[in-house]
């Protein structure tokens, strides 16, 4: 049986757990371990973010870079936009 590929989640799902988490932190009545935990949980999900905030500017970028005749791209991380 093929082994099923996970999509990352969404960015907006993202940024909602890493929401969720903060807030859990800042209560501030988790045992340390429990904390270090969701930190670590937390910087991931910033890491995530980032990552697909990155790619999204590089997809504007590449449409804007086509001059006065914009045209859509798909964008490919593996091939350097011209």
Excluded: H
Excluded at 46 to 72: F, W
């Amino acid at each position: 049986m093929p082994e099923e590929v996970s999509q990352p989640p969404t960015f907006e799902a993202s940024l909602n757990e890493l929401e969720r988490i903060v807030k859990e932190l800042e209560r501030g009545d988790l045992p340390l371990e429990d904390s270090l935990q969701l930190f670590e949980s937390g910087m991931r999900l910033s890491s995530e973010c980032k990552r697909q905030l990155e790619e999204a500017e590089t997809r504007v970028e590449v449409l804007i870079k086509k001059g006065s005749d914009v045209v859509a791209v798909p964008y490919n991380p593996d091939k350097p936009s011209r």
